[in-house]
């Protein structure tokens, strides 16, 4: 596979370490009232889609940035490579 | 119709025109006591267990293609009961018990072969562990014996334990474990349950399910809604997919898992060799291919084939401990999804919709789990009460802390 890094162009999937599914960027609020729920969803509970799914990619064989990566699961097709500090800052996170 | 060798020479005899059909071929009834969805070894061994064990009389197994083309039928064929955890040990034991007797019970020739499994140790850390796993074994009533690499060297004369980097320091040998016709699990359960009554539905697809104040009614089918007092999701890989359908999320990822056949050889492999340094099992079969497998593709994956990058590994683990192996040509690869858990250990529990139940999490154990995992779901469904040897298999471990994490990795399902 290859993943077309936005700062480094196309680079061979096995630089990179599988990270899992981005919405591990949302980290829940830990005051939040039930933060408890929410960490046991985050921690335990995935979507596991067949089909497009936004998963976090880290490039430790490279420049050592996250991205959030659209892969199809079932076929591999990649359609949208970000980088997961814009993709965190989009949503109005400072990093 | 019972099978024999008398049998076997009068039908070589008379052109074997007398051999019927394994199982029968039915349309689905509009209800039935026990839904089991999925036709995979654990979906069939359910079945039977239902019938044999509990008495159940309607009971249906749903597959949305034909049994036995699931991982049952493109798994490594390992089994073993080296486990460490107490919530898994007994259970995996329990397991290769009904593996030792399973020939006998459903009259079908499974090739069970119990030509050891030996996993190898390269540093004495490494031996440490393996001791304590050893320990956990017998303490579980299994059988565990630490070799040396002395013996090693006797007993397989074409490792190099005398690798520079990853040298042979001794080994953690199971001699009960070893491995079984997978497709022939399929079939044979099949049979069995066939026999007791059970209705094997074939190209039949669940598409969803029929949910009412709380409880499952039925299920929606490419053929149609079939109605059922109980419903057992058991469909490994499809897990996540299936149970989206309930709206239900799961602590489970889907991952592709690749195998590898060689050429036929003549036997040269006695049992199944582990690596320990790198990911790399293999064993001979009966046709005289090795059989190896590796690691996970690591990445979620619902495509039944995988990448280049891990047939390199897994060639290169190869290459470590059996150099003999260079010229061997590779017959066949391909790959099968996993459903892998989050603490690397399985579910089989109840859900919180009513009459609805969950198998599932198996990782790429699952094969060697097939008769424990059919006895304990079936235990569950008819006395909706765990079976002791599976009671730690539960959806709330992981919200209560108690997860099974053999590798000690934590909730990342692609390391377990
Ligand atoms: C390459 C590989 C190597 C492995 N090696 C080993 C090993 O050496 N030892 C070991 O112990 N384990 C091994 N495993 C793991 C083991 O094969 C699985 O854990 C186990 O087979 C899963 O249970 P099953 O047999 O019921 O699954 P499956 O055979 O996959 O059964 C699930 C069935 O459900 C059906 N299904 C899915 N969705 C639906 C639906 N909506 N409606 C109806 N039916 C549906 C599927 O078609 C499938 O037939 C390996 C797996 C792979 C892929």
Redesign the interface.
Known sequence: ?IINHPILGPRD??EFT?M??AALLDRPDWQAKDALAQF??Y????????GP?Q?LWYHEQGDRSFLVVT?D????EISSVKLANDVARSRGRST | MRYSGLRVIKEALTGHKGWKPAWRDVAPQAQYDYIVIGGGGHGLATAYYLARNHGAKKVAVLEKGWIGGGNVGRNTTIVRSNYLLDGNEPFYEHSLKLWEGLEQDINYNAMISQRGILNLVHSDAQRDAFTRRGNAMILNGADADLLSTETIQKRYPFLNVHNARFPIKGGLAQHRGGTVRHDAVAWGYARAADQLGVDIIQNCEVTGFRIEGGKCLGVETSLGYIGGGKIASCVAGSSGRLMAKANMRLPIESHVLQAFVSEGLKPVLPGVITFGAGHFYCSQSDKGGLVFGGDLDGYNSYAQRGNLPVVEDVCEGAMAIFPMLGRVRLLRMWGGIMDMSMDGSPIIDRTHIKSLYFNGGWCYGGFKATPASGWCYAHLLATDTPHEFAKAYRFDRFEKGQMIDEKGVGNNPQLH
């Open positions: 596979m999937s096995a599988y899992g599914d046991i969803d921690g335990y509970l995935r979507d596991n889609p067949a799914h998963e892969r699961t079932t076929t591999h």
